[in-house]
């Protein structure tokens, strides 16, 4: 028997006092706040009184300090799996309101459907799919926790939902440590709940791709 449940768990608030878009760049830890975002989203799993068999994260640093909660409360090592990693951006490591008063970068928003500035929608479910899919195989039964990004979780849920993948990022419901759950009746996913237990109001969330 594989899993019961899975849960994408999007990490805490990163320090970023410059507020650039900070992708895949390395040296971007969590927050003090952050920290404890984190630490309320793993008491919240903890509360559904489910057995959690498997702990994976991302392998950026941000993830990897947000899954430490989980460890503690569960006693499980956290395992780096590439496929829930943040996608590519070209804006990495700049402020979005500057880029794009800049003519010169208007043209990597010339297919927002793909998105022609990063990688593609396409390419990030399937990675997710794949990474969820192994996590979900890898135990006899439980609950999965993954910890990931923001963008490669609304575009699952929106895949999962069965709707189209260009959307606004302004739009997303993907709170800073929020949990997006789900489960695989007849072999299909199918998601079952969304929760936001962390603090987050005066939290800077201006870094997701």
Avoid at 98 to 126: C, D, F, T
Avoid at 147 to 168: E, F, M, N, Y
Wanted: glycine share 6%.
């Amino acid at each position: 028997m594989p899993a019961d449940r899975l849960h994408l768990v999007r990490h805490g608030e990163v320090y970023n006092p410059h507020r650039v878009l900070y992708g895949r760049l390395p040296g971007f830890g969590l927050s003090d706040a952050g920290r404890r975002m984190t630490q309320q989203a793993a008491e919240y799993v903890k509360t559904l009184d489910r057995p959690v068999t498997a702990l994976v994260c991302s392998p950026l640093q941000r993830t990897r300090e947000s899954s430490e909660p989980f460890t503690e409360l569960f006693g499980l090592d956290a395992t780096i799996d590439e496929g829930v990693i943040e996608p590519t951006n070209v804006f990495e490591g700049r402020r979005m309101v500057r880029s794009l008063m800049n003519p010169w970068n208007w043209r990597h928003l010339r297919k927002p459907a793909l998105p022609s500035w990063g990688e593609p929608y396409a390419q990030v479910i399937a990675r997710m799919n794949k990474a969820m899919t192994t996590a979900w195989e890898s135990v006899d039964a439980g609950d999965v926790v993954i910890v990931s990004h923001q963008l490669p979780i609304w575009v699952t849920h929106l895949a999962v939902a069965g709707l189209p993948s260009r959307h606004d990022p302004r739009e997303r419901r993907c709170a800073l440590s929020s949990v997006t759950s789900f489960e695989m009746p007849d072999g299909k996913w199918a998601e079952v709940s969304y929760a936001e237990p962390a603090t987050t109001e005066g939290a800077v969330d201006v870094g997701a791709v």
